[in-house]
């Protein structure tokens, strides 16, 4: 885009060079070299002054004046064209994007709010993309977003404040299933946190925590889970060195080209509540691996299809793809 403006203005300083020794040859010297520029600049910028070189009687140079307005207006003109329209068409498409994105957000439900587009936003956007889960991204900063924007075509941003309340209004938290608090400043999550829960009690709100001292702040404000990246690098670091195998599974697990697969957790709805674990009919899902059920504080491994009864409220832990895991949820949703 920026390649075309170069050879503009090389083109126009030809034109002015070229304007100039035009003059001093026509007038044959006799004035000072900066009044050939001038008068060059001021013919190509349509000023109008009175001719700063006499070219009264002078055919030639009145000729040449003709070329040199036309040669320089129209470059001129194509310049302030271009530049003109490029930013009329980027606040146009701004305008126009931070509307729709808008539109998205009081359409949404059950999407998921991320407060901050750090290096955690970002990991946690691609993972709600890569599981197709709908999301609502929040960040103060314009060039983030417009960064971010490049690599994450179809996410909803929302330039703002997660801390006001109108932005999180916006962003729809009174009808979305979760929140991340994940700003660089513990004060700014605590805040948000703080918001949130007030705006929507029964959300589920995840944030980060860069200093232990204030993990109980975090719970007393409403986070209902906290996370310490020291805490999981770690974690993470330990696990790379004493089992290295079960952390290149995972690992290949969710970051697999081929297919994503993800250990996800479904709720069982009172609809199946009483029946037996086979009523699933878990057949339909050929890439589906049940690895537990939670019953209240119990667990159960490896649950027998015959055996086992589903309650209210139980979570079904599976291993399973993005795909599958809608199919799962879609035959909850279906009443028996």
């Known amino acids: 885009m920026y390649k075309k403006y170069i050879w503009c203005v090389i083109i126009l300083a030809v034109i002015v060079i070229v304007g100039s020794v035009g003059y001093w040859l026509i007038s044959g010297g006799g004035y000072p070299f900066f009044d050939y520029i001038y008068m060059t600049v001021i013919t190509i910028t349509t000023i109008g002054f009175g001719e700063v070189i006499d070219l009264a009687g002078n055919t030639g140079g009145r000729i040449f004046t003709v070329f040199i307005a036309l040669s320089g207006i129209g470059v001129l003109a194509y310049i302030i064209t271009n530049l003109t329209a490029t930013v009329v068409e980027g606040q146009l498409t701004k305008s126009f994007r931070r509307r729709r994105m808008e539109k998205f957000a009081e359409k949404a439900r059950g999407h998921y709010i991320v407060c901050g587009m750090g290096w955690a936003g970002h990991h946690i956007v691609h993972e709600l993309r890569e599981t197709k889960r709908s999301h609502i991204i929040i960040d103060v900063d314009e060039s983030k977003i417009e960064k971010s924007l490049e690599t994450l075509s179809g996410s909803v941003f929302i330039e703002g404040d997660a801390t006001d309340n109108n932005i999180l209004l916006k962003a729809g938290i009174e009808k979305a299933a979760g929140l991340f608090a994940v700003t660089p400043d513990d004060n700014q999550n605590l805040v948000i946190c703080f918001s949130a829960r007030q705006l929507n009690p029964a959300l589920r709100i995840v944030a980060q925590c860069n200093e ?107 291993m399973t793809t993005p795909e599958e895991r809608k199919d799962l949820e879609g035959c909850f949703n279906h009443e028996p």
Do not use: H
């Open 212 to 318: 232990i001292k204030n993990q109980d702040k975090m719970k007393q404000a409403g986070a209902d889970s906290i996370v310490s990246p020291g805490y999981i690098s770690g974690m993470r670091m330990a696990s790379e060195m004493i089992r290295p195998t079960v952390v290149g599974f995972l690992d290949r697990m969710m970051r697999g080209r081929d297919e994503a697969l993800r250990v996800e957790e479904i709720a069982v709805p009172k609809s199946f509540a009483g029946k037996p674990f086979s009523s699933l009919d878990l057949k339909k899902f050929p890439r589906t691996l049940v690895l537990a059920i939670k019953k209240g504080d119990e667990w159960i491994y490896n649950p027998s299809r015959n055996e086992c009864s589903l309650d209210c409220d139980d979570k079904i832990i599976v």
